[in-house]
């Protein structure tokens, strides 16, 4: 066959955005089946999860904070730096003040959690539970031991009994314990290391007994665990950089749970932070009376120093001092002077005396000297010594007058003789004391730098002290004034309030919105696993790209006929169409009589046996005497069957056997069933074969068996082959099947689901 027309099929291909469009539409069972479970989920969480409600409080700071004081109610993760006076930091970051949500913590007892008992997840009943649990906080002697997180809950309440049941893990090493005994209100009930006991709680509605009574529990935590959890919960928004407001959010359940931790935020911080103040102006005061009272002692002290070198120095003013003890100088050097001429008279009427009694003595008046016995003595004598001149030089020496004067001269210059030199010794006495006295002033001088020194020392250290005390006097009057009037620099300007009175979640707007986008990404990521691991084949242009050497003989869509019958008793169905024109194409390129065909599929899968049906019918019905060989399977129609249509059951036998029959019979066609065409391979007498048929069908066809076909024709391993696809579903039945297309019959309802569920695996 040198030119074989049935070689002139071609091929079309589809964009790739047309065709992936057509591939997600014709996926939308999977839209529904996904949509419907994922429905049922969103219904699921609404029953089983418990509403979470959003609320949020302000907190003022008036005095500002470094980004990393310690005392911030928040802390950002990192120092930003301002770009301009307009920048806001607009990150959310977590409450870092540990104390403050551990306070809040044991406020609200929030360690003790009070449930009611479903499924799948617990309730809480803040506020609502029958039941007050005391823990026994003494007796938790190893923290790792006790049974925190595990919850427990009372079943079979009747009066003041109940049976206590509990499951569960708990510890750094898992431990478990497994409760279920007797116990009643009141009573301590011992838990491994925890002890604590139940009681009711009066102001509660919920009932504990009868029928429509529901089971509640409890479930103790770490007060750590606990702090670190609502401190994960808690988040600050600082307002403005520069600026010290803090909102504060919590996203929790139930409702009034959210309010009360967010009032207890501002409430506690609140006061933290007034303690902190009334605590550190109360350091600040006691600081402040200790220093007064050292600075006192040191003032008393230096006071007493002061006072204590006045006395040792005589001095109670050094200026004053200073200008006495230069005028005592003044006056003992006078005294010496004065002493030092009366010693030098004394000196010279000494000399003057002893020489001679005719040497007239000085007046002691030119010398200063006004003492009376001296003037008086010295006038005697110089009038006595006038007196004998005056005789001598009239000549009276002979006179006994003259001898009495001269004796009586002599006299008088023995007497001043001795009482000069008497005044003579005082003189020299007083002018030694004098000097001793001049000496002790010169050293006194000499000591006055020193003693100005150590003056200014002493009443400059006093002038300090009186200084600093006066201030911190009149500080610690600010300070008690302070600590009167103190008012809190942290304040709440919003009280805790819901964000939405609905809950944040679950919401059902958003989890329907989610389930839609969910159920539309369904098809495609299908259709992205398809396309990354399925081997199937999708259409006609795989074919195409597999075996470029092979014709596409038929593209059979879908037909909604029944039988083979029906399908042929409709001329205007497309099936009909498509395999009257494989007939009259295998009439055209026949090349021998008989005709010995062999329809097989890629894999064997494919409905290889209602293919070979359909066009041995087909030819019967167009006037060929056909044969219809069948093996194992599914025997084909012969009820109402065409009358050049004759059957034969294969078995055992081989090919040429089958061509015998078939030129026994005069058949023109002589059609056998096979399955996989990978085997004709290995078939006997495979030369015999005129042609092959390979049934495709989408989403049952494996490229990789095409892969293999197309190895062996290129090995001259098989016969001409022609490719027949079958059972195509590019084009949708009206209405999806529940309408029928001219020919053909409607689907129904069942038949309707199975359609469109094959058409939108592919299959």
């Not at 016995?373 to 030089?393: C, F, G, I, K």
């Not at 919105?513 to 396309?531: D, H, R």
């Not at 495979?686 to 069908?697: I, K, N, S, T």
């Not at 001259?716 to 195509?728: C, F, R, T």
């Amino acid at each position: 066959m040198s030119q074989d027309p049935m070689q002139q099929a071609s091929t079309h291909e589809d964009t790739d955005l047309k065709s992936f469009l057509g591939r997600y539409l014709r996926a939308w069972p999977l839209i529904g089946v996904a949509g419907l479970a994922l429905l049922a989920l969103v219904i699921f969480i609404m029953m089983a999860v418990p509403p979470m409600y959003s609320g949020s409080t302000s907190i003022v700071i008036n005095t500002p904070m470094r980004y990393d004081d310690p005392n911030r109610l928040v802390q950002p993760r990192d120092p930003v730096a301002r770009t301009d006076k307009n920048y806001y930091l607009n990150e959310q970051v977590r409450i870092t003040s540990q104390p403050i949500v551990r306070e809040v913590v044991k406020k609200l007892n929030l360690r003790t959690q009070y449930v009611e008992e479903r499924w799948p997840m617990d309730w809480d009943v803040y506020k609502n539970t029958p039941i007050v649990v005391e823990l026994d906080t003494n007796s938790l002697r190893n923290p790792g031991r006790v049974p925190f997180g595990v919850p427990f809950y009372l079943h079979d309440v009747s009066g003041d009994k109940f049976t206590l049941v509990g499951d569960g893990t708990y510890g750094p090493d898992d431990l478990e314990i497994e409760v279920e005994k007797p116990g009643q209100f009141g009573e301590w009930i011992m838990l491994d290391s925890m002890r604590l006991r139940v009681l009711r709680n009066g102001n509660s509605k919920l009932p504990l007994e009868g029928d429509g009574a529901s089971s509640y529990g409890f479930v103790i935590k770490d007060i750590n665990v606990v702090t670190l959890e609502l401190m994960g919960s808690l988040l600050g928004e600082p307002g403005i950089a520069e600026a010290t407001t803090v909102n504060v959010t919590l996203t929790a359940g139930p409702k009034q749970k959210v309010l009360d931790v967010l009032n207890a935020i501002g409430e506690t911080y609140t006061t933290v932070h007034l303690a902190e103040q009334r605590s550190e102006l109360e350091k600040a005061i006691s600081s402040m009376e200790k220093e007064i009272a050292a600075s006192t002692n040191q003032m008393n002290s230096a006071s007493k120093d002061l006072e204590q070198f006045k006395t040792s120095s005589a001095i109670t003013d050094l200026t004053h001092s200073t200008i006495m003890l230069q005028e005592e100088m003044r006056s003992v050097n006078a005294q010496r002077e004065s002493l030092m001429v009366t010693s030098s008279y004394y000196d010279n009427l000494v000399a003057i005396l002893r020489r001679s009694a005719d040497s007239q003595p000085p007046s002691p008046k030119a010398y200063g000297i006004t003492d009376p016995l001296l003037n008086d003595m010295t006038a005697e004598y110089t009038s006595l010594q006038s007196d004998v001149a005056m005789m001598r030089a009239e000549g009276k020496t002979s006179n006994p007058q003259y001898t009495r004067l001269i004796r009586l001269l002599e006299q008088k210059r023995a007497n001043i003789l001795i009482t000069v030199e008497g005044f003579q010794a005082n003189t020299r006495i007083s002018l030694k004391n004098v000097d001793a006295q001049r000496d002790g002033l010169l050293a006194k001088q000499g000591k006055v730098p020193g003693q100005d020194r150590v003056l200014m020392d002493l009443q400059r250290d006093q002038r300090m002290l009186e200084t600093a005390i006066n201030d911190m006097v009149s500080r610690l009057s600010s300070l008690k004034v302070q600590y009167a009037a103190i008012t809190p620099n942290v304040y709440v300007t919003a009280p805790a309030y819901l964000t939405d009175e609905e809950p944040f979640f679950p919401d059902i707007v958003i989890l329907l919105a989610v389930a839609f986008l969910l159920a539309l990404m369904v098809p495609l990521g299908y259709l992205v696993f398809k396309a990354l691991f399925s081997e199937a084949i999708a259409g006609p242009q795989d074919l195409a790209r597999a075996l470029p050497g092979v014709a596409l003989a038929a593209k059979v869509p879908y037909t909604s006929n029944r039988t083979t019958r029906a399908l042929l008793a409709n001329p205007a169905s497309a099936a009909h169409l498509e395999v009257a024109k494989l007939a009259a194409l295998l009439e055209q390129g026949r090349s021998s009589l008989p005709e010995l065909l062999l329809v097989c599929g890629a894999n064997g899968k494919e409905a290889v046996g209602a293919t070979a049906e359909r066009l041995a019918w087909m030819l019967a019905v167009r006037g060929n005497k056909v044969l219809l060989a069948h093996g194992q399977g599914k025997a084909p129609q012969t009820a109402d069957a065409p009358a050049g249509l004759s059957f034969l059951d294969t078995g055992n036998l081989a090919l040429p056997a089958v061509q015998e029959r078939a030129r026994a019979t005069d058949a023109a066609f002589a059609i056998v069933t096979g399955t996989s065409a990978d085997n004709l391979v290995i078939m006997p007498k495979v030369g015999e074969l005129d042609r092959a048929l390979v049934v495709c069908q989408p989403g049952i066809t494996a490229k990789n068996d095409l892969q293999r076909i197309a190895n062996a024709q290129a090995n001259g391993q098989l016969p001409a082959l022609l490719l027949v696809l079958d059972s195509v579903k590019d084009k949708p039945l009206p209405w999806f099947g529940l309408a029928k297309r001219k020919g053909e019959q409607r689907l129904g309802l069942f038949g309707f689901f199975r359609y469109n569920w094959n058409r939108a695996l592919g299959r």
